[in-house]
């Protein structure tokens, strides 16, 4: 078993600290494929650094043919002649193994540069400039550390070379955030995680997690976390709540059954991050699960806002290109399911032009339908919206953004009426999990997000009209999908117990 400490594993670790586990001890016959959205984003990101590489104004050494100890041979020899840029490096000291996509001779010493095709920066919503990305750091701190022990390190920070071939600079010793530790406290901490992992590998436990949806081990995990009836199987009880309850409730039948109350003191449980609110959801929603015949529930009543005309939307973008591509609309009125119409507004082409193109007609419906109640889920079209209109300001302002994502024009369906005052007997909150246990269906056989970024990478590098076609229909029962949650919601009894 490779024991070795490497930056992947950090990465992973950060993920879902069970995939460490998985990779290394796991019967590889349970490892499933990877999903096409999973291979293409490892082809794109191998297209992107050949490209990048390619392009550098310094001479650069390649080593990417190399492997293994010969690679770390080659490393090794390149430093000692002081080459300034080293592509595809690899070095090792201890436990530690880093395999950096560059390093570069500056400041007297060696610096780690990692090639993403993404931005070096996590999105902002209003802020002047996104965080530095912990995965990252993370990884760039590890390649640090071993340049650090072996006394060749030029400081303590690294690069990330992005898409638009911008570099940004990781000072692994700042503060992440006001109340974060620095990167490199990320990393130690991580670092000691991966190494008793690593360590003991059967003591580490499966979450239900989103990361699930896409890890090769998702069908082996699930069947674990069934069988062993685990508390993540909750919707919103994540990793850290399970440890914290696992003892007392080791399964969702001990948690269904138990008396809440007698654990709660003065508002408080003896359980760390889980308070006495969270206390009881959690053991009505367990009482839900094992009992799914009860079915849903508001816990409290709710005053939904009236209007003639609804349009439930939902947009589709591409994270690689950065490119929102589709805009949908169901649009219904007088509550009729009879007068109910798709409108799919798609970008002609993966240019600027066409996406801006795109967005002022999604403007013209919602200007067309001033008065119309506009229904969506979370809050990832507004942030987009915001996006699109600070990109083309002569479509629409941030003001008229604000107002339509605003209630009453507004219903966040997610955020307004499920999170705070639904129960339901689900793993999680996903519109697609609550329509189906509604019983709708999408057309689609597999109906995603991610898989939604394939088709159209596949779109836009063939124009094959069937992509086009595959990607209207499934925004359309999206948006249908949100239709059948509020009308089921509409007739849910209030259970506030
Ligand atoms: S399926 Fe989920 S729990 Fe299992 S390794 Fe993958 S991310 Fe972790």
């Given at each position: 078993?490779?024991?070795?400490?490497?930056?992947?594993?950090?990465?992973?670790?950060?993920?879902?600290?069970?995939r460490?586990?998985?990779?290394?001890?796991a019967?590889?016959?349970l490892?499933?494929e990877?999903?096409?959205?999973?291979?293409?984003l490892?082809?794109?990101?191998?297209?992107?650094?050949?490209?990048?590489?390619?392009s550098?104004p310094v001479?650069?050494?390649?080593?990417?043919?190399?492997?293994?100890?010969?690679?770390?041979?080659?490393?090794?020899?390149?430093?000692?002649?002081r080459?300034?840029l080293?592509?595809?490096?690899r070095?090792?000291?201890?436990?530690?193994?880093?395999?950096?996509d560059?390093?570069?001779?500056?400041?007297g010493?060696y610096?780690?540069i990692?090639?993403?095709?993404?931005?070096?920066?996590?999105?902002?919503?209003?802020?002047?400039?996104?965080?530095?990305?912990?995965?990252?750091?993370v990884?760039?701190?590890?390649?640090?550390?071993?340049l650090e022990?072996?006394?060749?390190?030029?400081g303590?920070?690294?690069?990330?070379?992005?898409?638009?071939?911008?570099?940004?600079?990781?000072?692994?010793?700042?503060?992440?955030?006001?109340?974060?530790?620095?990167?490199?406290?990320?990393?130690?901490?991580?670092?000691?995680?991966?190494?008793?992992t690593?360590?003991?590998?059967?003591?580490?436990?499966?979450?239900?997690?989103?990361?699930?949806?896409?890890?090769?081990?998702?069908?082996?995990c699930?069947?674990?976390?069934?069988?062993?009836?685990?508390?993540?199987l909750?919707p919103?009880?994540?990793?850290?709540?399970?440890?914290?309850?696992?003892?007392?409730?080791?399964?969702?039948?001990?948690?269904?059954?138990?008396?809440?109350?007698?654990y709660?003191?003065?508002?408080?449980t003896?359980?760390?991050?889980?308070?006495?609110?969270?206390?009881?959801?959690f053991?009505?929603?367990?009482a839900?699960?094992?009992?799914?015949?009860?079915?849903?529930?508001?816990?409290?009543?709710?005053a939904?806002?009236?209007?003639?005309?609804?349009?439930?939307?939902?947009?589709?973008?591409?994270p690689?290109?950065?490119?929102?591509?589709?805009?949908?609309?169901?649009i219904r009125?007088?509550?009729?399911?009879?007068?109910?119409?798709?409108?799919g507004?798609?970008?002609?082409?993966?240019?600027?032009e066409?996406?801006?193109?795109?967005?002022?007609n999604?403007?013209?419906?919602?200007?067309?339908h001033?008065?119309?109640?506009?229904?969506?889920?979370?809050?990832?079209?507004?942030?987009?919206?915001?996006?699109?209109?600070?990109?083309y300001?002569?479509?629409?302002?941030?003001?008229?953004?604000?107002?339509?994502?605003?209630?009453?024009?507004?219903?966040d369906l997610?955020?307004?009426?499920?999170?705070?005052?639904?129960?339901?007997?689900?793993?999680?909150?996903?519109?697609?999990?609550?329509?189906?246990?509604?019983?709708?269906?999408?057309?689609?056989?597999?109906?995603s997000?991610?898989?939604?970024?394939?088709?159209?990478?596949?779109?836009?590098?063939t124009?094959?009209?069937?992509?086009r076609?595959?990607?209207?229909?499934?925004?359309?029962?999206?948006?249908?999908?949100?239709?059948?949650?509020?009308?089921?919601?509409?007739?849910?009894?209030?259970?506030?117990d």
């Amino acid at each position: 078993m490779n024991t070795r400490i490497t930056a992947s594993q950090l990465y992973s670790h950060l993920v879902c600290p069970h995939r460490v586990a998985m990779d290394v001890a796991a019967d590889p016959a349970l490892r499933g494929e990877a999903s096409a959205f999973v291979q293409l984003l490892w082809e794109r990101g191998v297209a992107h650094e050949r490209e990048l590489i390619g392009s550098l104004p310094v001479p650069c050494l390649d080593l990417s043919s190399l492997s293994g100890e010969a690679k770390e041979a080659a490393t090794r020899e390149a430093i000692a002649r002081r080459e300034p840029l080293i592509y595809s490096a690899r070095l090792s000291v201890h436990e530690l193994l880093g395999e950096p996509d560059l390093l570069r001779f500056e400041s007297g010493g060696y610096v780690a540069i990692d090639i993403k095709s993404g931005s070096g920066r996590e999105s902002a919503d209003g802020e002047e400039e996104g965080r530095l990305r912990r995965h990252y750091g993370v990884q760039l701190a590890l390649y640090t550390d071993i340049l650090e022990q072996m006394g060749l390190a030029a400081g303590r920070y690294g690069y990330i070379l992005d898409g638009q071939s911008i570099e940004t600079r990781y000072d692994l010793s700042e503060p992440l955030g006001p109340r974060s530790p620095c990167l490199w406290d990320h990393y130690l901490k991580a670092r000691a995680a991966v190494r008793a992992t690593l360590a003991a590998p059967q003591a580490s436990l499966p979450a239900n997690s989103a990361a699930c949806a896409q890890c090769v081990w998702h069908e082996a995990c699930f069947s674990r976390l069934k069988r062993e009836q685990d508390l993540t199987l909750l919707p919103e009880l994540g990793r850290a709540a399970r440890d914290a309850l696992r003892e007392e409730f080791p399964t969702l039948r001990h948690l269904a059954g138990a008396d809440v109350d007698a654990y709660i003191e003065d508002g408080r449980t003896p359980f760390p991050g889980v308070g006495a609110k969270s206390l009881r959801r959690f053991q009505r929603r367990a009482a839900l699960l094992l009992q799914p015949e009860a079915g849903p529930c508001l816990t409290r009543p709710m005053a939904w806002p009236r209007a003639e005309v609804e349009l439930f939307f939902d947009i589709e973008t591409d994270p690689l290109r950065q490119l929102c591509y589709l805009h949908g609309f169901v649009i219904r009125e007088g509550g009729d399911i009879a007068t109910e119409r798709f409108e799919g507004i798609f970008a002609r082409d993966i240019t600027d032009e066409a996406e801006r193109e795109a967005f002022a007609n999604a403007m013209v419906v919602f200007r067309r339908h001033a008065g119309a109640l506009v229904v969506h889920y979370s809050k990832y079209e507004r942030t987009e919206y915001r996006r699109l209109a600070a990109r083309y300001p002569e479509v629409a302002t941030q003001q008229e953004i604000e107002a339509l994502f605003r209630p009453p024009r507004a219903l966040d369906l997610y955020f307004d009426v499920v999170k705070p005052g639904s129960e339901w007997p689900t793993h999680d909150f996903s519109i697609k999990s609550l329509a189906k246990h509604c019983g709708f269906a999408w057309r689609d056989a597999d109906p995603s997000g991610a898989s939604s970024i394939e088709w159209f990478d596949r779109w836009a590098r063939t124009r094959d009209p069937r992509f086009r076609q595959r990607l209207l229909a499934y925004n359309e029962d999206d948006c249908r999908a949100m239709r059948v949650v509020m009308d089921r919601l509409k007739t849910l009894p209030v259970r506030s117990d």
